[in-house]
């Protein structure tokens, strides 16, 4: 059982910086596709970013590319999400996902690729 921790959120002005982290535990971390996503009130979860095995492969929605980085530790079991010059839109609980399945691809965008969650972040922008 995999079990991810989100942490990092908060409330930051427009323009500003913040990183969120994702802990996971149990299983082998090195051999997940993570993914973060987003949901903002009365929407649907949005795809944000995902990396791959070893983090030397990353991919983006259009409207969070140049502004956030996605990044992977895999001997602390963690990772994170970079991001700057936020904008209100930004708004919403952020979730952290690990999918566990095997095969080559890895730029997995929909929520029913990934088998766990975590609890999810909460990240305000204020305008």
């Known amino acids: 059982q995999v079990q991810l921790v989100e942490s990092g959120g908060g409330l930051v002005q427009a323009g500003g910086s913040l990183r969120v982290s994702c802990a996971a535990s149990?299983?082998?971390?090195?051999?997940?596709?993570m993914g973060w996503f987003r949901q903002a009130p009365g929407k649907g979860r949005q795809f944000v970013a995902a990396i791959n095995w070893s983090g030397s492969q990353t991919g983006y929605v259009d409207s969070v590319k140049g502004r956030f980085t996605i990044s992977r530790d895999n001997a602390k079991n963690t990772v994170y999400l970079q991001m700057n010059s936020l904008k209100p839109d930004d708004t919403a609980i952020y979730y952290c996902a690990a999918s566990t399945t095997s095969g080559s691809r890895w730029f997995k965008t929909f929520p029913r690729d990934y088998d766990y969650w975590g609890q999810g972040t909460q990240v305000t922008v204020s305008s």
């Open positions: 149990g299983g082998t971390f090195s051999t997940y596709v």
